[in-house]
């Protein structure tokens, strides 16, 4: 017995001062477990946080070695010091988990805890590029200066480049509330703008003032605004149009008190008190405004279908080109090429004009009227066609009969004969507008004064900042 005591002593202290093989018989290190059917079960211990050895002691006293390895059975402690059930390794001063317990070197499949901004990250260390792959196909780069490519190996010029693949958007933006954007963009530079937007290959147009939104094209469209809900006979659609400018007086969008305003492609309606609030109906390509309200306002619109049927068409009514409470006018240049004001003479009732001039013939003569405004006028008895004759020589004095959509006759007073020239000057009023049906789409031959638009309500408006 003592024989065999003395050799099992010599062995295991043989073994502690080499190498350790259980399983096998030629260890390849200081310690070597072979098995084809059994794993190492370490200690199992319930640890209360990352940075407390205990309940995990050194048996020989003094602190715990960096090494010591366990299984940790508890889920104790709070972040970032929390830990979980795995396995744990003392790095010298804290618990270092293995992958797939909080506190651990790698980011989990699962969600990550006990993580500290700016100690603990996604990312690199060196000058290389962080790449993010789906299905092995790379998606989504981070560079190293800090631009990020979106299907895209990214630009140093752009914070964010995404390119859209095939028919997908590049990026598509969602909201469903009153105040949050689908998308929002703010350049806080005085003169930096906002969104711009180019098509057809060329480069971005901005004005040099900055903008909030800058569009342009080639052989397209550089801004295009569009809305629904704009049914003629709708009365719910009021106030819609498609696109809106406005210039502010004070920067405070909710006193609606703009210098200058314009909205584009509308409807609406207005009543009339003076007719017992008769209602018109109205559509508009353009509706312009210049000026405060407290020193004057001129409005005009511009495309205007006015007082039009209550019909899906927008029948009858009448069509204007411009309408509003400034001067009619244009400009022409003086002696120093400086642009001087010209004024249009305006009247109560929709009229055409014309002029020539003529020569009696032994006391007579008949002008024919030009048929194509022959065409357009309504000459009738209660519509009569104004002719205005200007005698260039002697006679007895002339007078018009046989007025028409034809022409008139001029005959010299007294039965005369003399052969003198004359121009003359004839104003009729303006035929209704018909289609191919006979149906009037457009009224002009009995307005006269008729209540015309007032101006729109400025559009309220609301602010956001970032």
């Excluded at 020539?356 to 048929?371: A, C, F, S």
């Excluded at 004359?422 to 303006?430: D, E, T």
């Amino acid at each position: 017995m003592k024989k065999l005591l003395f050799l099992s002593f010599t062995v295991i202290s043989t073994f502690t001062y080499s190498q350790v093989g259980i399983g096998t018989t030629t260890p390849n290190g200081a310690l070597e477990i072979t098995s084809t059917t059994q794993g190492i079960v370490p200690p199992r211990v319930a640890l209360t946080a990352t940075n407390v050895a205990a309940p995990v002691t050194n048996p020989q006293g003094g602190a715990l070695l960096a090494g010591t390895f366990v299984w940790n059975t508890a889920t104790a402690g709070a972040s970032p010091n929390n830990v979980s059930p795995g396995l744990y390794y003392w790095d010298g001063s804290k618990w270092v988990a293995f992958a797939g317990a909080s506190g651990g070197l790698d980011w989990s499949l699962q969600g990550n805890s006990g993580t500290t901004p700016g100690t603990n990250f996604l990312g690199t260390t060196d000058t290389q590029n962080v790449h993010f792959y789906t299905n092995n196909l790379e998606r989504m780069r981070i560079l190293s200066g800090g631009t990020i490519g979106i299907n895209s190996v990214g630009s140093t010029a752009s914070q964010v480049t995404v390119a859209g693949a095939g028919t997908n958007d590049a990026v598509a933006g969602t909201a469903n509330d009153n105040v949050a954007n689908a998308f929002w963009g703010r350049n806080a530079n005085a003169t930096g703008t906002a969104i711009i937007g180019a098509t057809n290959g060329i480069t971005g147009v901005f004005p040099s003032k900055g903008a909030g939104v800058a569009g342009s094209a080639t052989n397209g469209v550089g801004v295009y605004g569009s809305t629904g809900n704009g049914a003629p006979n709708n009365a719910a659609h009021n106030g819609n149009f498609a696109g809106s400018f406005s210039l502010d007086t004070d920067n405070n969008v909710s006193t609606n008190n703009s210098s200058a305003f314009a909205s584009i492609a509308g409807k609406n309606e207005q009543a009339i008190a003076a007719i017992s609030g008769t209602t018109v109906r109205f559509l508009y390509g353009g509706y312009f405004i210049g000026g405060t309200a407290s020193g004057g306002q001129s409005y005009s619109y511009v495309g205007l279908k006015y007082n039009h049927n209550n019909d899906a068409t927008a029948t009858g009514g009448t069509n204007y080109k411009i309408v509003g409470n400034g001067l009619v006018s244009t400009l022409i240049p003086d002696e120093n090429n400086q642009p001087r004001i010209m004024f249009c003479p305006e009247a109560p009732e929709v009229l055409f004009e014309d002029y020539g001039v003529g020569q009696l013939t032994n006391g007579t003569t008949y002008i024919e009227l030009d048929k194509i405004v022959a065409k357009s006028l309504k000459i009738d008895d209660k519509h009569p066609l104004k002719v205005f004759i200007q005698l260039e020589g002697e006679c007895n004095g002339v007078y018009v009969t046989e007025k028409s959509d034809k022409g008139f006759k001029v005959k010299e007073l007294n039965n005369g004969t003399s052969n003198v020239s004359f121009s003359w000057h004839i104003i009729g009023n303006r035929a209704d507008a018909v289609d191919a049906s006979g149906r009037v789409t457009s009224y002009h031959q009995d307005l006269r004064l008729p209540y015309g638009p007032k101006p729109l309500e400025e559009t309220k408006l609301t602010s956001k900042k970032k």
